[in-house]
Every structure is written in C-alpha cells, then in structure tokens.
C-alpha cells in the first residue's frame, strides 16, 4: 500500500495556512486603521504646526511692524498693540507651546531658539525706538528700527523662519509619506492575504472534491454494487494511507473476503452435488459467516452418516431379498412336489375306486378273493396313510410359506421405514437431497408392492390352508372307511352280503376323497404360482436394492 497524507492531515494543515493568513490579514486591517489614524494625525499635525509656525512668525512680523509704525507715527495705538502682543497676547510663546506639545525635531527647536536669540537682540532697538518715538523724535527712531544692525537681524530672522518652515514642512510632509506609503504597501499586504485567503479555500474546496467528495461518492457506488450482490463491478480506487485509502482498502478486502467464501461455499456445494461427501470445511471463516460454515460442515457429516445408513440398511435389505427370494424357490419347489405327490395319490385312488366298483360287481368273486382284497385293502390303508402323512407335510409347508409371508411384510415395513428416514433425510438435505427423495419414493414403491403381494400370499396362504385341514378331513374318513373295509374284509366270510352296499359305500367315498385330491392338486398348482410369485417379486426388491445401493454408493462418503 503507497503512503499518502491522510486527507484529515492535509485539510487542518491547509485550514491553519488560512487561519493564520486570516490572522495576518486581520493584522493587516488593525495596521491599516492604525495607519490610516497616525496619517489622520499625521496631517493633523502637519497642519497645527504649519499653523503655528505660522502664528509664530506672524508674531514676531507683528511686533516689528507695530514698532516701526509707532516709530514712524507715533500712535499710541501701535505701542498699545505692540505691549499687548508682548505682555497679554503672547502669541509666539503660545504658538512655540503648541508646537513643542505636538512636537518638533532638535533642529526646528534649534531655529526657534536662533531666531528667538535674534528677537531678544532686537529688543533694545525696539525699546529705544518707542522711547525716541514717545519723546517725539522719529527719525532717531526710525534710525533703531530702520538701521543696518535691526534690518540685517530681521532679514536673519526671516531666513531662519524660511527655512524652518520648509524643514518642518518637509520633516511633516515626510512623515505623511511614510505613513501613505506604510498604509498603500499595509492595504496591498492585506489584498495579498484576501487573495492567498482565497486561493487556500479554492485550493481545500477542489481537494476535498477531488480526494474526499469524488472518492466517497466512487466508495458509495461501490458500496451499492456491493449490497446488490455484484462483486466484480469496476472499482478505480487504488488503497493508501490515508483515511479515504484505508476505507478503500477495507472495500477491496471485504469484495475478496465475500468472493473467497461464495467460491468456496460454491465449490463445496459443486462436489457434494457430484456425490463427494468426503469433505473438510477447513476454510476460515470470519464473524457472521462462521454460522455457514457450521452450517455446511453439519450438513456433511448428517449426509454422510444418513448415506451411510442407507447403504448399511440397503444392503440388509438386498440380503433378506436374497434369502426371501432363495426361501420362495425352495417354497415353489416343494409346491411341485407335493402337485406330483397328490396326483400319484389322486391315480391312486382311482385304481382303487375302480377295484371297488370291480368288486361290488363281482361280489361272489370277492367272496373268493376276500383275502386278497383284504391285503390289497391292507395296501389301500397303508398308502392313505401315506396320503395322511403327506397332507400333514403339506400343511407344515404352508404354515412355513405363513412364516415367508410375515418375513415379506417385516421386510416390506422396514423398507417403509427405510423410505421414510430417506424421505426425512432428504427434506433436510434441501435441494442437494433431490436425488435421495427418487430414491425414496422408489423404495416406497417397492415397499407397498411387496405389501400388497404379502396380502394376496397371505391370503392364498389361508385358502390353501382351509383346503388342506379339508383334505385331511377328507383323508381321516377315507382311512375310517378302508379300516371299515379291511374289517369287512376279515368278517367277508360272515358278511358278504354286505360286501356290496360297503363296495357303493366305498366308491361314493373315493369319488369324493378324488373331487377332493382335484381341489387339493388346485391348491397345490396355485401355491407353486404364488411362491414364484415370490420368488419374482423377492427377485425385484434385491434387484431395487441394488439400484439403491448403486445410487448411494455414487456418492464418495467418509470411511
């Protein structure tokens, strides 16, 4: 940063040059009264003392010209004037007073003080002419006041009188110039000072337009830019020492320090976008900001630990889908063999069906072969024990395919809830969770169809299972009926009459228990489509999870 002079430095430096020539101009204004009343004064005295001096000479021309007249007539009146002037009037002391009290120089005191001498020498003459006069001799007194001696000290007075005069009307002349002169070059000082006055003002009224109002107004644009949110407006102003300069320098550091945390904040936001969720927030964040910053770092670590958590609840799902799928194919497998089970049974049971009907036909017959119809009886119960025994199976199977179906519906609420903390997660996410809420709604799809395939298994399930507990019924009294015929068999001897109502007895039951056989085989065909069913559908939610778990695995989380 270049160093300039603070511009509050440069204004008092400038104010106080103005001051002080305000100061000085002041001066200027109290000299120049001054000099304007000393060249009042000045004049003044010039003129009292010309005036004066003028009293003065006129005086002593006074009493000469009184004496000479009273010399040459006589009068009294002359001589009364001339003792008047001398005794009462006393007009050159006065006047010579009045002079000294406003003041004259050594040299003007001087020639007073010569021609006061003279005066004093004409004194006798004067004295003597008016005595001459008095007695009536005029000519010896016009011989005193008229005489070489009286005429040469009168010349010598008036010589003096010229030339003090003309000293102290140069002396007082002098002074009035001086005075003029002091006063014209007091008057120029102080229109110099009015003028550099002047100038000072222009000069501190185009500084503080050009290095105050043009900045801050320049700082002011700025500023609204800034408020704005425009950053990269053009901004002119270089930073220096100076106050203006450092408050341009705090705007340029506030512009990089706001372009620093929109590009880092912008760079974050950018590769979680792009699944990277293995981020530090390690920027220093300054004041107010250090809320965003917490902000963000909390927003990873909540997404990384609720990715997390998909993936781990991803991939137990995908395994239970497996297992659930691998237990339906073991379901639909047995399902064939029991369908090939019960139509051996069911071919069974028509073989034997026809023997009965053989043997109700052949009643004398079957006297004869009574014994071995009672072994083949014997076979008959045996195998419908067998066929007991294989409903039996058949029923533990389906209470089985109902323990599959519960884990399908476990599976199926926990992959809602799944959705649901996906959804919630997602919601708090905001717009960086748009990807998780499709994910979501895709697991929530899934979890309400494999709902409802739970319902329709369920409820095959329990068909199935009311026509089995049919069977069995079915299969009981069929064996009721064979261990009825085999002890008819053991008393043909005695009851052989009876053999054939027991023989039509005996085919009604067969060609029930075969309906029966047929809807159990029904039962049986619908169980093995339904547990391929499963199968497909447990087959469709791994193949989901692992679409889930390819989504989540997209985004690079923390180990």
Partial sequence: MKKAMNQSKRISILNTISVLVLMLTLLLVFLNISYSSRLSKATNNRAELTENANVFMDASAYLTNEVRAYASTSIQEHYDNYMNELNTLRNRESSLAKMQEIGITAEEQGLIDKMAGISDTLVPFEEDAMEQAHRGENDKALAYVYGDEYSSAISQINDIKKQFLTTLSNRTTNEVMEITKKSAVNRFMMFASVIVVCAIQFVIMRFVRKDVLVPVLTVRDQMAQIASGNLSADFPLEPDTSEIGRLIASIHETRNELKHYIKDIDSNLAQMADGNMDLVIDSQYRGEFLPIQKAMMQIVDALNIALSQICETTEAVADEAEQMASDAQVLSDGAIRQASTVQELSSSIQALSGEVRKT??????????????????????EKMSALASAINDISVSSEEISGIVKTIQDISLQTKILALNASVEAARAGAAGKGFAVVANEVQSLANKSAVAAQNITRLIGESMRLVHHGTALTADTTDALTQTVIGAKQATQ?????????????????????????????????????????????????????????????????
């Fill in 360 to 381: 109700s036909d052949d009643a004398e017959e079957a006297r004869r072969c009574s014994l071995a119809a009672a072994g083949k009886l014997e076979t008959c119960n």
């Fill in 495 to 559: 009851l052989i009459e009876q053999i054939a109502t027991s023989a039509m007895q005996q085919s009604n039951s067969l060609s029930c228990l075969t309906d029966g056989m047929g809807e159990i085989n029904e039962v049986i065909q619908t169980n093995a489509e339904t547990a391929e069913k499963s199968a497909s559908a447990a087959g469709q939610l791994r193949e989901q999870a692992e679409e889930l778990k390819v989504s989540v695995e997209r985004f690079n989380l923390r180990h």
